[in-house]
């Protein structure tokens, strides 16, 4: 006999009724947490990782202007700017999806443990649902990584290297950004109208990803067209004074210099490089030439006149005559008072990009979000009609050729288009060797 | 043959940059003993003194020209610089290109003003503080001034050219019966040369034939017994200290042709120039010059593709090779006097 209350079995069916009623809320709870920092209230968190400091200080203050300009958009404000000419019309400007766009900004200072650290803590600290910006492919190729792994989607911004839709693309990242293999591609054909089939090429190439990519792109689509390739000269990042580098390539026998640098790199080589007055040499019974693959105006800029005459390659530039890139001119000269760099107009676009996504796919999970870029294809945007490739996420677009000015204008007016490459030139099989190795793996929506 | 001459010239321009900083460095050492790891920082500040200069050369008023418009459509805006309009375009226009020489001149006040400041402000109540904490102090003055300079003038490179008459280079091979082409050298980088040799020329004679560089050696060797004689050796040294950055500051102004100011400059060169005066010997001016001379020539063979396809990135390491061959052949460095941070 017993007087208790409590059996085995009332005890049994009492543990089990308690442990479906406390299990309960987290059957729909998990379903609301389905990624990392969806968000819950009227507001979207985006975090924009661009370099605050170091030498590419002056890139990222352009790109974050870009992104508070398209903050400012996409919540109504402004004239709207590229809203109105972009060919997906499910952004109505109150936000996305109706949340308000809010941003945080981290300091990537052009170093990747800074970048993953500052993206970390946007993610972490801040709820971040996407982060976007960077102006290297070392940055770019680290901070998807980490988005990747936290969850949530990764919008490139500049970085050229092969890499970064190459062996270390993910699936959670997207680059707008055009890149070495396009450049190669682009500018070949050019090279070869104006300096012939009979040349030889001297490579200066700054030691890492995108340097490494770039020489072994360019070198290959000039090979193809008969050019043979004298020297790659490796050359340390920073290296300041470029003239014991730039003085072997006089008598190496080559007559054109490519130089496979970016920013103050580029700035030094290209001085130093006229300098020593190779642009008035003479080899082979031929102009001796430089050619500068990856061209930005922020680096013209610092080079003053010695770009002048020299060619290279460009994802955008403002002086194009198209409504979309127009309006946008438009709306970022009248905020800051001078036309917007290549880096500005695409994190302008991958900050679109991505909105337009979350409100065609009707949610901010990155998996979703994925699903809408995947083999999206898209007009208005400043670029002519351009895809978003499924296989790499990697963007297909035309890619401009440009030239040095002779006679400047003012100091926005440093590089004219020589012509723009269609798209279906630069684009490549996804297998391609150049991209070989790596997976997209799946996408992560993290939490 | 032509190639190895090319390096030796090549060299000596990045060699004169080395030497001047190093002399400054040195010179600051030998007399207040202080490790001053902003002087790169100074010769940083040099350069954007040219580019002051060049700014200040070309401000400008506008005028509204109806004919033309600008990139957003509006009518455009002509700059017209001032010293044009005040002195005639000719005079004008060359007074803009000759803005970095001009700056010379505009360089020595300041840099010997933004010295005291540093000495006076910040650096003297260090003297008596171990080399640990005068290096972390000027370290972290450096790292001011660099993100001060970052703020005002952005951080990408500054274009400042030298005037158009030394633009283009002279063809040394045809000289010495090389084929045409063969060994050029700009003319700018030879000046840069010949101006380095005349600053380092005018720092021994003053140091060696005036009454105040008598005192000023007379300190370094002894700082005690010169005290003793009643001679205020404090406020001579706080002038030699304006003298070193007017050196190094007059070496930036004169660098930045070569290399378009930016703002970590400063510290690209003063790790190298610290391994300068290490290698020369602390306190030796004559070895500050003969080192940076030698590890300038030294790094510019390094960078010859045929070195390196012997030894891959000795480019990047040769100086800090030297530096410790030498240091544990001769740990006083080249030419080291004995008792120098030996106590």
Redo the contacts between chains.
Sequence with gaps: MSNSLLTRRGLLKTSAVAGAGLALPTIFTSGARAFTNDPTGGTVTLGFNVPQ??????EG?DELRAYELAVEHLNGGGDGGMLNTFSSKALEGNGILGKKVEYVTGDTQTKSDAARASAKSMIEKDGAVMITGGSSSGVAIAVQGLCQEAGVIFMAGLTHSNDTTGKDKKANGFRHFFNAYMSAAALAPVLEKLYGKDRTAYHLTADYSWGWTQEESIAAATEAMGWKTA?K?RT?L?A??F???I??V???GADVLVLNHY??DM??SL??AV???LR???VNGKNFEIVVPLYSR??A??????VAGIHGSTNWH??LQDDASKAF??SF??KYGF?PSQAAHTVYCQTLLYADAVARGGSFNPCSVAEALEGFEFDGLGNGPTLYRADDHQCFKDVLVVRGKENPT?E??LLEVVEVTPAAQVTYDADHPMFAGGALGACNPGA | MDAILLQILNGLDKGSAYALIALGLTLIFGTLGVVNFAHGAIFMIGAFCAVTLSRLLSLSFETVDPTKTDFLGNPATIKTPYVEAWFGPEFGSAMIDWAVPLAIIFSIPVMIAVGFIMERGLIKHFYKRPHADQILVTFGLAIVLQEVIKYFYGANPISTPAPEVFKGSFDFGVMFGFDPNAIIYPYWRMVYFLFAAVVIGAVFSFLRFTTFGMVVRAGMADRETVGLLGIDIDRRFTIMFGLAAAVAGMAGVMYAPILSPNYHMGMDFLVLSFVVVVVGGMGSLPGAVAAGFLLGILESFASMNEVKSILPGIDQIVIYVVAIIILLTRPRGLMGKRGVMEE
């Design positions: 400091s170091g030498a590419y200080a002056d203050a020297e000269v340390p920073g300041g004074d003239s014991s580098y003085a072997p006089l008598n190496s920013g103050g700035v030094n001085t130093n300098q020593f007055g008035d040499k003479q922020l680096m800029r610092g080079a003053g006149k010695n403002w002086s001119v438009k000269g009248t036309p003012s926005f007016d």
